[in-house]
Nanobody
Framework: QVQLVESGGGLVQAGGSLRLSCAAS????????VGWCRQAPGKEREEVVV????????YYVDSVKGRFTMSRDNAKNTVYLQMNSLKPEDTAVYYC????????????WGQGTQVTVSS
């Protein structure tokens, strides 16, 4: 059974930084596409950043370019989302998710971690 467990969320002031982690069991991240997605109150969930099975970043949503970085530690089977220069509009529940190569939809999701940025 695949499980994804996020951690690292919290409350931070605008301009601050947070690093989210997502640890997997039952699936090896280096063989799958992994994404960070977020959902703000009253808004649809959006894909924020995606890393391919090869380790290449294949997508950043425009609003986080230059501020967020995704990385992967194969030895720990964990992905990270380093978030710098946080803005109040980054407030959301952040989820990591994984999908098979070439698949359009994610098939496993974590439980989410709340990120709140105060102004």
């Amino acid at each position: 059974q695949v499980q994804l467990v996020e951690s690292g969320g919290g409350l931070v002031q605008a301009g601050g930084s947070l690093r989210l982690s997502c640890a997997a069991s039952g699936r090896t991240f280096s063989s799958y596409t992994v994404g960070w997605c977020r959902q703000a109150p009253g808004k649809e969930r959006e894909e924020v950043v995606v890393i391919s099975w090869s380790g290449s970043i294949t997508y950043y949503v425009d609003s986080v370019k230059g501020r967020f970085t995704m990385s992967r530690d194969n030895a720990k089977n964990t992905v990270y989302l380093q978030m710098n220069s946080l803005k109040p509009e980054d407030t959301a529940v952040y989820y990591c998710a994984t999908r098979r190569r070439g698949a359009g939809n994610y098939d496993y999701w974590g439980q989410g971690t709340q990120v709140t940025v105060s102004s």
